[in-house]
Structure formats: structure tokens, C-alpha cells
Nanobody
Framework: QVQLVESGGGLVQAGGSLRLSCVAS????????MGWFRQAPGKEREFVAA????????YYPDSVKGRFTIFRDNVKNTVWLQMNSLKTEDTAVYSC?????????????????WGQGTQVTVSS
């Protein structure tokens, strides 16, 4: 079992930055591909970023590429999402997730464990 706890959400003006953190319990963090997803009211869950188990490979959709950065520390059992140049359309609940068995990085169904989510609100 892996438990994930996110933090760092909040209210920010458009153009601002936030850094989200996700701390994992247990000793198997390094064996999990980690991802961030978001869900806005009335919309489907959307892939935001993922990072390979070693941290050497990252994945982003076009909507956040160049603005968001995912990185991890396997000693600290933590994955971060640095969000810059935020836009109002980035407003959503952001959740981190852990993928133990698959290399599928952008499908929510590939992830085995989820955090509770943290709200990010970007005002104009």
C-alpha cells in the first residue's frame, strides 16, 4: 500500500506560480511511476505530468508543456509539480498518483494509488 498526501495548493493570480508537493508513505516509492492529474468542475480528469521511476524521463501534455515541471526525490519519497505562468484554465483539483506496474503514464486507470487532491485556483 502507498499513501499519498498532497500540499501546496491555493489561490494565485494569473501569471503566478505554485509548487505542489506529494509525499508518499512506504519503502516502494522508487518503484512507482508518478503522475499528476487535475479535474475541474464538470470536466473529466486530465493528465498533467508524469515522471519515470528513476526520474530521468518526464511527460507533459501540450496544455502545460513549458509551464509545468515535475520532479522527484526517491530518498524523500516526494514528487513535486512546479507550475509557472498559471492561467485561469489551470483552476482545478490536482491529485498525485502512483503507478506500480504499468508504463502507461497518461491514463488514470493505470495508476494504483491516489492522493486526496489539493485545490488550485487561478484568478484573472
Amino acid at each position: 500500500q502507498v499513501q499519498l498526501v498532497e500540499s501546496g495548493g491555493g489561490l494565485v493570480q494569473a501569471g503566478g506560480s505554485l509548487r505542489l508537493s506529494c509525499v508518499a508513505s512506504g519503502r516502494t516509492f522508487s518503484t512507482h511511476l508518478m503522475g499528476w492529474f487535475r479535474q475541474a468542475p464538470g470536466k473529466e480528469r486530465e493528465f498533467v505530468a508524469a515522471i519515470s521511476r528513476s526520474g530521468s524521463i518526464t511527460y507533459y501534455p501540450d496544455s502545460v508543456k513549458g509551464r509545468f515541471t515535475i520532479f522527484r526525490d526517491n530518498v524523500k519519497n516526494t514528487v513535486w509539480l512546479q507550475m509557472n505562468s498559471l492561467k485561469t484554465e489551470d483552476t482545478a483539483v490536482y491529485s498525485c498518483a502512483a503507478n506500480r506496474y504499468s508504463n502507461d503514464f497518461d491514463s488514470p486507470s493505470a495508476y494504483n494509488y491516489w492522493g486526496q487532491g489539493t485545490q488550485v485556483t487561478v484568478s484573472s
